[in-house]
């Protein structure tokens, strides 16, 4: 089955900088890849996401790239702000409609 | 807009009891995920639904169940509880193709 490596697991910004998650996948017939964002005691909210087609994709402040190659893909974050701070997690499903594979989650501090 | 919607929010329960997990997808979508969370731990896929038939099953206990209504609602059945079966329990939905959105989850307590 699918096996989703994420890093770092702690990630600690100051307000303004840039922050990178990266994931690692195994499994090549994976072809979706969505990036949620979880606050305490909440679901985890979809905030972007990429397809196998697609080398990146940018929605304002949030980027995500793509190397199927390599089977790896990053979420990038600029001009962090407090409320960016949560937990983010990857995930990679062989299609957008079918069961997602978690990464372990980075736990993103931006401090003001 | 609608969200998807879980009942109950909080539930507590003995060991050995049984639970039922309740969850309302956003309207017009047709699949239903079931995951489990456990503390500090990424969201693990349980067993989902597409149009009331099972589509994938994933690590979910043979003392757990669950199915979806001609309603499209579908319901997590949880039976003799063990306290590693304490966790968050998230459902997600989709319309067929297109991305999941995640419910507020459950949070099962087992005693």
Not at chain 1, 61 to 79: G, P, Q, W
Not at chain 2, 42 to 71: C, H, T, V
Not at chain 2, 84 to 104: I, K, V, W
């Amino acid at each position: 089955g699918e096996n989703v490596e994420q890093h770092p697991s702690t990630l600690s910004v100051q307000e303004g900088d840039s922050a990178v998650i990266k994931c690692t996948y195994s499994d090549s017939a994976s072809n979706y890849f969505p990036w949620y964002k979880q606050e305490l005691g909440k679901g985890p909210q979809l905030i972007i996401d990429i397809r196998s087609n697609v080398g990146e994709k940018k929605d304002q402040r949030i980027a995500v790239t793509l190397n199927k190659t390599a089977k790896h893909f990053s979420l990038h974050i600029t001009e962090t702000q407090p409320e960016d701070s949560a937990v983010y997690f990857c995930a990679a499903s062989e299609t957008n409609a079918g069961k997602s594979t978690f990464g372990d989650g980075t736990t993103l501090t931006v401090k003001p | 807009a609608a969200g998807v919607i879980q009942s109950p929010r909080h539930l507590i329960k003995e060991k050995r009891e049984t639970a039922t997990l309740k969850c309302y997808p956003i309207p017009r979508h047709d699949t239903v995920y079931w995951y489990q969370q456990g503390p500090g731990q990424d969201p693990q896929f349980l067993i989902s639904f597409y149009e009331k038939m099972q589509s994938d099953k994933g690590s979910i206990p043979d003392r757990f169940s669950a199915q979806q209504f001609s309603d499209y609602h579908s319901e997590l059945n949880m039976s003799s509880l063990e306290l590693g079966d304490s966790a968050l329990y998230f459902c997600a939905s989709s319309r067929s193709g297109t991305e999941q959105f995640f419910g507020p989850g459950t949070r099962l307590t087992v005693l």
